[in-house]
């Protein structure tokens, strides 16, 4: 199989969350463990660093692979999901997985794949579990999937468990109460392992307190030890200032970071924590951090979170998609000042956007669309529901028609957003 066929394998053969949805979704770690055991454990040939959380959880994973390249540390960095290209997910110092390792894997392991019939992203990390090993990489960091005690990255013993935001997203799946889907992101504790929890939350904090405790785990409230404050964002140069303040030691960080989300205050927290406990493990010097905070668009090619993609008119990126996620997106679209606003929306069918949609502005200019996957919800459905709630606009077949007469409606004044899913930027970015 060429590289084109080997993903079309993974994707038709696999059942892939990403595609299905839940469907796809399995509350075991037994294939996990017994692909483990196949390929000989490589994640035990590296030190890993563990970051599970509802939102949150893609940025700090690459901040912190960031520093560590930084440092002149060799690191592997597995996310998901992918925007444009399967091999985003598998990086190695920024660099993708090559094709001729994503066909190697599969055509190696391919009577042992048909015969266990792992879904796609038990394979996936599986696939870079080995890859990390075979490149010889110092760490990994690796993201979960869902959730975090099932998810099939949870075989790794890591250095450092993260846990970021908790908020409202796959209850279907961890449980129907935000302590219960924080529960199940506290499975990656792991015994005597130290845990950073980026946001101190009154409905989760016991929670981690426990589970801690059973573990004999040092646990560390990033927001406890330091506090971060975001300067206004540069548009034209797509940067931010951010100042982190360490509350124990009594003194400022200054640094620059070009993630332009007013969510990253708290990301940047707990990738200053993280590094506050990682000391013990790495060498990293207070200067690595700030330039792997700085650089991680250019090391880690990070994209999709209130990504700049034009200027005149201004064009946003955004994959925020939950009801936390767009509470800051929609917070971040209000205080612009430009002259009229233009969002281009798109869901997934199985997302409960009645608690989502009221947090939109009334007076844009919307244009309903859906995403080139199988979960994408129906753009009339979207405007019929939309219109419930006051949001009114016209539907559009995909992503790129949409954003394309949005542009012509937009003056250089205005500000054109494109989010709702991580899908809709996908689409937007091969547009």
């Known amino acids: 199989m060429n590289y084109n066929e080997t993903i079309e394998f993974l994707y038709s053969q696999l059942p892939a969350y990403h595609r299905i949805g839940k469907a796809a979704y399995k509350n075991d770690l037994h294939n996990s463990i017994a692909l483990d055991n196949y390929l000989g454990h490589p994640h035990a040939k590296y030190r890993t660093i563990h970051i ?3 939102n949150g959880k893609g940025s700090v994973s690459n901040m912190i692979a960031s520093v560590l390249m930084e440092a002149g540390y060799k690191t592997g960095l597995f996310t998901s999901p992918h925007l444009v290209d ?15 390792a994503v066909t190697g894997f599969v055509k190696k392991h391919h009577e042992f794949i048909k015969a266990m019939k792992p879904s796609f992203f038990e394979m996936s990390a599986a696939m870079a ?14 993201e979960v999937g869902l959730g975090g005690r099932l998810d099939s990255t949870n075989i790794v013993d890591p250095v ?6 908790i908020g409202h997203d796959h209850m279907d799946l961890l449980g129907d109460s935000i302590e219960k889907v924080a529960w199940e992101k506290a499975g990656i504790i792991k015994h005597m ?10 409905a989760t904090e016991h929670v981690f307190l426990t589970k801690a405790v059973e573990t004999d785990s040092e646990i560390y409230f990033a927001d406890k030890d330091f506090s971060c404050v975001l300067d206004d964002l540069d548009y034209g140069k797509g940067t931010r200032i951010y100042r982190v303040n360490d509350k124990l030691k009594r003194r400022f960080f200054r640094g620059e970071t070009n993630l332009g989300g007013d969510y990253q205050a708290k990301n940047l927290q707990a990738v200053f924590q993280a590094f506050r406990v990682l000391q013990k493990i790495f060498t990293v010097s207070e200067r690595n951090i700030t330039n792997g905070i700085r650089n991680v668009v250019s090391n880690t090619h990070f994209a999709g979170r209130w990504q700049i993609a034009a200027t005149k008119p201004l064009l946003i990126l955004d994959i925020g998609h939950n009801q936390e996620g767009i509470e800051y997106v929609s917070s971040q679209i209000k205080e612009l000042k430009v002259k009229k606003l233009h969002l281009v929306l798109g869901f997934v069918s199985d997302k409960d956007i009645s608690s989502i949609l009221p947090l939109f502005p009334a007076e844009a200019v919307y244009y309903f669309t859906k995403a080139s996957v199988l979960r994408a919800l129906d753009e009339k459905i979207l405007m019929d529901k939309a219109a419930q709630f006051g949001l009114n606009g016209n539907c559009y077949p995909d992503v790129k028609s949409a ?3 949005a542009r012509s409606n937009a003056s250089d004044e ?18």
């Open 160 to 165: 450092l468990s993260l846990i970021t935001n």
């Open 193 to 202: 392992v130290p845990v950073v929890i980026s946001e101190t939350q009154k």
């Open 403 to 405: 954003i394309r007469v």
């Open 52 to 54: 599970a959380g509802t």
């Open 86 to 100: 399967f091999r985003e997910r598998i990086r190695v110092n920024g660099n993708l997985i090559p094709k001729r």
């Open 129 to 142: 579990f080995e890859y990390f090993a075979v490149a010889g990489v110092d760490v990994a960091v690796i």
């Open 414 to 431: 205005d500000l054109i957003f494109v989010g709702g899913s991580t899908f809709i930027v996908a689409d937007a970015s091969k547009a």
